[in-house]
Each structure stands twice: as C-alpha cells, then as structure tokens.
C-alpha cells in the first residue's frame, strides 16, 4: 500500500516544525506500514491542487493535514471536490456540533464557521473533539489508463496537533490496522553527557550482532547534549518480536549502564524527579545563564510539590549578592561566570532554601559576553547532595537557546548521578 501525506499551510514553508509529519510517520511504523511521500504545500489552490492530482495517480490513501479552518486560505476541502468532481454541502450535524462547541465556552461563533460544515459528498464525517473543524474520510475510485478501476481513499483532518493527533488515533489507526502484514515494536534508550561518537563507539558490537538480520533497524540521535538510540523490531511473531527487544535491551544495559537516564517517553527531569522522590530529598535551584530553564523544567513533572522547594533565577551580580550571599569579592576578583561563584551560589541555595540537594549554574549563553579568556558557552554547574558537592566546568557550543538548553539537561544530569549514588549507597547499607 502506497500512503503518501500532504502538509497544507504556508507557514510550514518559512520555518514552522511540522509535528504532523513525524508523529504520522511513527503512528504507521509501529504498524509495519511507511509514508511513501510526504509534501508540504502552501494554501493556494493551484499549487494544491497540482499536488493533489500527483497524488491521486500514484497513491493508494491520501492524507491530507490543514486547511479545514473558518478562514479564506482554508481550501482544503474546496479543492479536494474539484480534483475528484464531486459536489459539496452543508452539513447540519456539523452546524449543530459546531454551534455546541462554542456555546459551552460561551463564545458567539463568527459567520465564517459555516465554512467548515461543508463535506464532500459521499465522505464520512470524523468528529473533532478538540476543534471546530471535523476531519473526512472519502472512498472513491480512479480509472487507469488500462481501463481499470481501483479504489482509493482519503483523508481531510485539521493541522492544529491537539486536533489532528486524537483524530488520526480513533479514526485512521483502525484503518491502517486492517492492512497491516507485520508488526512493528520501538525499543527506546537515552544517554545524557556523553558524546554521540563514544555511544556509537560502545554500542557497536550490539549492533554488529544484527547486521545482517533485516527485521532489526537501529538508530541514534543527538540533540542538546542527549542521545537517544533506537531499535526497530519487526515481524509477524509478537513473542519473538519481544523476546529479540528483551535481549537488546539487556545487551546495551550491559554496555551503557547508569549512563542511560531513560526509556522510551522519560525525560532527563522526570528521572531527577523519580530519583528525589526515591531517596527522599529535597531540590533547590539558583539559575544564572539558564534563567529558570532547569527549575521550569523539574516542575513540569506532576507531583514536583513533593520534592522541589524553591528556584531561584539570580542573573544580576547584584541578586547573587544579595540573595544567595556570593561575596562581592569574590565577583570581584573572579567575575560571575567562574567556579568560585558557582560554588558560593551553590552554597547560598542550599543554606538558604534548607534543601537536601541544590544546583547552581552560571556561564556566558552568549551571543556576547566573551572574553579573552571565557569564551560563549562557558558553564560552570554546581551540584550538591547528600553533604557532596562539585563544581563542574564546560565549553558548549551552538546558538544561546542551545547553549541553555545543554546546560540544563547536563546540570540535571550531574544530580541524577549524584542522586544514583547516593541510592546506591543506602541499598548497601541496608544489604548489610
């Protein structure tokens, strides 16, 4: 089966991040099932148009994301009617759905609303729970050259993410299910604080072990600091679909170790947060260069209450001084950006807030701020846990959003650890 996918929307063409693409894109690998093409297009009708008839010629299913929305650009459905000559009308199921939506948010709908109770004929109506724009699905056959008739199918669903992505779960997944031939399993790992050439370095007699097995993928990838490695099983056994992600997992546990932080949807703060909660600590943060990124993050967790106690974002020399009692001598002498106040802001923090565990973070995000002798991206982490702390100094590269970000995800990173240790070292006592 040949499924090919078209973005609407100019803005996808001058740099917004089309999620659609890649969460499709995953939803039909873990069927056995890939996109054939994927094509982003602007919201004039031409250009649609054009791409549609492409589409409609070499595809067996058509999804099509965007352009159902009350506006003059939303052409979507217009143009799909012309391309397959059929008519459109107005639905009343739609209007009255429509009219509901707003009335329980106490909104007045505009006249411009109406524009989405249009359907094709013959589609079936996909209810939108999140919007007021409904998806369709529409059958329809295409005449071949030879004569032949082969049916097709198409779907319309809404750009926005929060609406296309539960729309896609209950209506197009038990679709595709119907045509799937193999099944597809993820076996997902992340690793924070080591390079992506020392992971494929260690990882690779695993992944030799499957060089020749087709059923098994492997993938890596770095972004801010942490590296993210996959593994794709596929077959038509489940068992042994399982018991083959059981031994990689094993296998790179082996290898890697505590210096994974995570499996599948974990993140570097949600096993921060596990670990407080664990070992029964409390967290407190003084933030410079990162500007509240690593408390910002921590609390997104539910449930944070427990464990973190307070954040602070001390980003003038006059806030280290008076908030956290860095010594005025010490900037002085040593400039804000180095270990000493790293270490002193640490040390205000935990004397400050009464918490277990802190972290300090200063440095040069950029793009200015450089010396001659500290360049952009330097960054001195403070972490302390347990009565142990340590003053960590890096160099990171890339834009001042990059630089943050890595930051962050490394000084999490840096208390994790400390944090592992120190359940570690509790366990022992109790083996004991």
Do not use: W
């Not at 595709?176 to 992506?196: A, N, R």
């Not at 949807?265 to 909660?277: F, G, Q």
Request: aromatic content about 6%.
């Amino acid at each position: 089966m040949k499924i090919e996918l078209i973005c609407t929307g100019s803005e996808l063409l001058t740099g917004k991040l089309n999620t659609n693409a890649s969460f499709i894109g995953q939803k039909l690998a873990l069927l056995g099932l890939d996109l054939s093409l994927i094509t982003t297009v602007s919201d004039r009708k031409q250009e649609l148009s054009e791409v549609l008839k492409l589409a409609k010629e070499r595809s067996s299913v058509i999804i099509i994301t965007g352009g159902l929305g009350p506006t003059f650009d939303d052409i979507t459905v217009e143009t799909v009617a012309d391309i397959l000559k059929l008519k459109t009308y107005k639905d009343d199921n739609v209007i009255k759905s429509i009219a509901l939506y707003f009335e329980k948010r106490g909104i007045i709908p505009s006249q411009n609303n109406e524009r989405q109770s249009y359907v094709i004929k013959n589609a079936k109506v996909l209810e939108n729970r999140f919007g007021t724009a409904p998806g369709e699905m529409l059958h329809f056959e295409y005449l071949k050259e030879d004569g032949k008739k082969i049916r097709k199918t198409i779907f319309l669903l809404p750009g926005p993410p929060r609406e296309m992505q539960p729309m896609f779960d209950e209506n197009l997944m038990p679709f595709f299910k119907s045509y799937q031939t193999v099944m597809k399993k993820t076996f997902v790992l992340h690793v924070c604080d080591m390079p992506e050439s020392l992971v494929d370095e260690k990882i690779k007699p695993v992944l030799n072990i499957y060089r020749d097995n087709k059923d098994v993928e492997f993938a890596i990838l770095a972004h801010q600091f942490i590296i993210t490695v996959k593994a794709f099983v596929k077959g038509e056994d489940e068992m042994l679909i399982d018991e083959t992600i059981t031994n990689i997992k094993g296998e790179f546990i082996n290898i890697l170790g505590e210096n994974i932080f995570g499996y599948d949807n974990e993140t570097i703060e949600s096993s921060v947060h596990k670990l407080l909660i664990e070992n029964k600590k409390t967290l407190s943060t003084a933030e410079s260069c990162t500007g509240g990124l690593i408390a910002s993050k921590l609390i997104s967790i539910p449930g944070s209450s427990i464990c973190i106690k307070e954040g602070l974002i001390t980003y003038s020399n006059e806030s280290k001084i008076s908030l956290l009692g860095v010594k005025k001598e010490t900037i002085d002498e040593f400039g804000a950006v180095s270990e000493q106040v790293a270490k002193e802001m640490l040390e205000g923090v935990l004397n400050l807030s009464k918490s277990d565990c802190g972290i300090s973070i200063t440095g040069i995000a950029g793009p200015s701020g450089a010396t001659g002798t500290k360049p952009v991206g330097l960054v001195y982490i403070g972490t302390g846990c347990g009565g142990e702390s340590e003053i960590s100094k890096y160099i990171f590269t890339g834009t001042r959003t990059d630089i943050i970000e890595k930051a962050s995800n490394v000084a999490l990173n840096l208390l994790r650890v400390k944090l592992l240790n120190l359940k570690n070292k509790t366990k022992k006592k109790k083996d004991k």
